[in-house]
C-alpha cells in the first residue's frame, strides 16, 4: 500500500509561459516540514503556517523581485477608503462552466472564455474581465490555509475567481503577461455552516483524487460563492503561483463565507501525485504573505469598530 506523505509540484499543462513556468518549478524541490502541533493562538498559528511551506515556496527562485507580490498581510487600520470605488458588477453565466480539474498543486474549475458571458467591471476596474477560472488554497489543519490574510489572522482557506482584461489583450495567455491584464476576486473561507453550492464541487472531487484528473460538473454559478456583503480591499498584485507576474489586480472581500468542517475535510482527500505515483496529499498549497512595500491597499468601506470578521 502506498504511504502518504505532504508534498508537490506541479506547473499547469495549460500554461502559455511552459519554459518560465518550468524553470521556477522544476528547480523547488524539496522535503516539506512537518507543521507543529495545531494552535489557537495567533502567533502560534503564523508560526506553524510558516513551518507548513509547500516546497515550491522553500528555493531561491521562489522570490522573482519585483515590488508588487501577492499575497500580502493587509491591514485594517491602515487601508485607505477610497468613496470613488464603486460596487463591483459581477455578471457569471453557469452554462460557461466545463470541467473541474487536478492541477497536481491544487483544484481548478475552468470556464469558457471565448466570450463576454462571464465576467466583472466596474469598481478598480476601467475595462471588463472575463472569467477564466476559480480555485482553492487551504491547509493541512483548519488552523491556516489562506494565502491572504487580515490584521495577521489566518483563514482555513481562500478562493480566487480569475479574469483577464478582454478589451486589453486577445487572450488569457497576453493578459497574464500585461499590465492590468488580470483581476482576482479573492475569498475567504470560515469553518461554519454547511454551503450548499461548494457541496456540488466536493461530491466530484473524488473523480479527480490524483494529478491532472479531470471531471464535468455541468452548469455551475460561481456568483454563489461570493459573500452576501461585497465590501471589498483592493491593491496592486501578483499571481501567487508561477509564474508570479506582477499582472493582478486583487478584490479581497471583507466578509469571508462560511463552509462545513467536513467540506473542508475533502479538500484534503485530493492528491499532489498521479496515479501510481507515491501518494502525496494536496495540502498547504498557499504562497508565503509577501512584503506590502510601498503600495497601499484601498478599501470600498469605512473602517468601524466593528472589526472584519464576522
Given at each position: 500500500?502506498?504511504?502518504?506523505?505532504?508534498?508537490?509540484?506541479k506547473?499547469?499543462?495549460?500554461?502559455?509561459?511552459?519554459?518560465l513556468?518550468?524553470?521556477?518549478?522544476?528547480?523547488l524541490?524539496?522535503h516539506?516540514?512537518?507543521?507543529?502541533?495545531p494552535c489557537?493562538?495567533?502567533?502560534?498559528?503564523?508560526r506553524?503556517?510558516?513551518?507548513?511551506?509547500?516546497?515550491?515556496?522553500?528555493?531561491?527562485?521562489?522570490?522573482p523581485g519585483?515590488?508588487?507580490q501577492?499575497?500580502?498581510?493587509?491591514?485594517?487600520r491602515?487601508?485607505?477608503?477610497?468613496?470613488?470605488?464603486?460596487p463591483?458588477?459581477?455578471?457569471y453565466?453557469a452554462?460557461a462552466?466545463?470541467?473541474?480539474?487536478?492541477?497536481?498543486?491544487?483544484?481548478?474549475?475552468?470556464?469558457?472564455d471565448a466570450?463576454?458571458?462571464?465576467?466583472?467591471?466596474g469598481?478598480?476596474?476601467?475595462?471588463?474581465?472575463?472569467?477564466?477560472?476559480?480555485?482553492?488554497?487551504?491547509g493541512?489543519?483548519n488552523e491556516?490555509?489562506?494565502?491572504?490574510?487580515?490584521?495577521?489572522h489566518?483563514?482555513?482557506?481562500?478562493?480566487?475567481?480569475?479574469?483577464?482584461?478582454?478589451?486589453?489583450y486577445?487572450?488569457y495567455?497576453?493578459?497574464?503577461l500585461?499590465e492590468?491584464?488580470?483581476?482576482?476576486?479573492?475569498?475567504?473561507?470560515?469553518?461554519?455552516?454547511?454551503h450548499e453550492?461548494?457541496?456540488k464541487?466536493?461530491?466530484?472531487?473524488?473523480?479527480i483524487k490524483?494529478?491532472?484528473?479531470?471531471?464535468?460538473?455541468?452548469?455551475?454559478?460561481?456568483?454563489?460563492?461570493?459573500?452576501?456583503?461585497?465590501d471589498?480591499?483592493?491593491y496592486?498584485?501578483?499571481?501567487?503561483?508561477p509564474?508570479?507576474?506582477?499582472?493582478?489586480?486583487?478584490?479581497?472581500?471583507?466578509?469571508?463565507?462560511?463552509v462545513?468542517?467536513?467540506?473542508?475535510?475533502?479538500?484534503?482527500?485530493?492528491?499532489?501525485s498521479?496515479?501510481?505515483?507515491?501518494?502525496?496529499?494536496?495540502?498547504?498549497?498557499?504562497r508565503?504573505i509577501?512584503?506590502l512595500m510601498?503600495?497601499k491597499?484601498h478599501?470600498s468601506?469605512?473602517?468601524?469598530?466593528?472589526?472584519?470578521?464576522?
Amino acid at each position: 500500500m502506498l504511504r502518504t506523505s505532504i508534498w508537490g509540484r506541479k506547473y499547469p499543462k495549460s500554461s502559455g509561459f511552459t519554459v518560465l513556468v518550468k524553470q521556477v518549478w522544476g528547480t523547488l524541490r524539496g522535503h516539506l516540514l512537518r507543521p507543529e502541533r495545531p494552535c489557537s493562538q495567533r502567533p502560534c498559528a503564523r508560526r506553524n503556517r510558516n513551518n507548513a511551506l509547500h516546497p515550491l515556496w522553500k528555493g531561491p527562485a521562489s522570490v522573482p523581485g519585483g515590488t508588487r507580490q501577492s499575497p500580502i498581510n493587509i491591514c485594517w487600520r491602515d487601508s485607505v477608503y477610497d468613496p470613488q470605488l464603486q460596487p463591483l458588477q459581477v455578471s457569471y453565466e453557469a452554462a460557461a462552466c466545463l470541467y473541474v480539474w487536478n492541477t497536481g498543486y491544487l483544484f481548478q474549475v475552468e470556464f469558457d472564455d471565448a466570450t463576454e458571458g462571464s465576467g466583472i467591471s466596474g469598481g478598480p476596474l476601467e475595462n471588463h474581465y472575463r472569467l477564466k477560472q476559480f480555485h482553492f488554497h487551504w491547509g493541512a489543519v483548519n488552523e491556516w490555509g489562506s494565502e491572504h490574510t487580515v490584521d495577521d489572522h489566518v483563514y482555513p482557506a481562500e478562493l480566487h475567481l480569475v479574469h483577464w482584461n478582454s478589451v486589453k489583450y486577445q487572450n488569457y495567455k497576453e493578459a497574464v503577461l500585461g499590465e492590468n491584464g488580470l483581476a482576482v476576486i479573492g475569498v475567504f473561507l470560515k469553518l461554519g455552516a454547511h454551503h450548499e453550492a461548494l457541496q456540488k464541487l466536493v461530491e466530484v472531487l473524488p473523480e479527480i483524487k490524483h494529478k491532472d484528473a479531470r471531471a464535468t460538473v455541468g452548469p455551475f454559478q460561481p456568483s454563489c460563492l461570493l459573500p452576501t456583503c461585497r465590501d471589498y480591499w483592493t491593491y496592486p498584485g501578483s499571481l501567487t503561483t508561477p509564474p508570479l507576474t506582477e499582472s493582478v489586480t486583487w478584490i479581497i472581500q471583507k466578509k469571508p463565507i462560511e463552509v462545513a468542517a467536513n467540506q473542508l475535510a475533502a479538500f484534503r482527500t485530493l492528491l499532489f501525485s498521479a496515479l501510481g505515483e507515491e501518494e502525496k496529499t494536496m495540502v498547504n498549497n498557499y504562497r508565503p504573505i509577501q512584503p506590502l512595500m510601498n503600495r497601499k491597499v484601498h478599501s470600498s468601506f469605512q473602517a468601524t469598530e466593528e472589526g472584519t470578521r464576522s
